[in-house]
Nanobody
Framework: QVQLVESGGGLVQAGGPLRLSCAAS????????MGWFRQAPGKEREFVAA????????IYADSMKGRFTISRDNAKNTVYLEMNSLKPEDTAVYYC????????????????WGQGTQVTVSS
């Protein structure tokens, strides 16, 4: 089992930055690829970014490229999502997720999920 706890969400003005954190506990964190997903009211959960086990490789959804940065610190069992130039359409609940092995953009391939943290971007 891997337990994930997100933090760092809140209310931010459009154009501003926000940094999300996801702390992991349980099984060896370094064996898991990590992903961030988000879900806005009335919409399906969508992929944001993912990072490999080592942290050496990352992938992003097209709309997040250049604005969001995913990173991880295996010594701290934590994955981060740096968000810049936030837009009102980025408003959603953001979830981190873990899957053993190779990273993926497919949310159904992730085994463990956090409870989510709300991000609200005001215009």
């Amino acid at each position: 089992q891997v337990q994930l706890v997100e933090s760092g969400g809140g209310l931010v003005q459009a154009g501003g930055p926000l940094r999300l954190s996801c702390a992991a506990s349980g099984r060896t964190f370094s064996g898991y690829a990590m992903g961030w997903f988000r879900q806005a009211p009335g919409k399906e959960r969508e992929f944001v970014a993912a990072i490999s086990v080592s942290g050496g490789s990352t992938i992003y959804a097209d709309s997040m490229k250049g604005r969001f940065t995913i990173s991880r610190d295996n010594a701290k069992n934590t994955v981060y999502l740096e968000m810049n130039s936030l837009k009102p359409e980025d408003t959603a609940v953001y979830y981190c997720a873990a899957r053993y092995g190779v990273y993926s953009a497919n949310y159904y391939s992730y085994s463990y999920w956090g409870q989510g943290t709300q991000v609200t971007v005001s215009s």
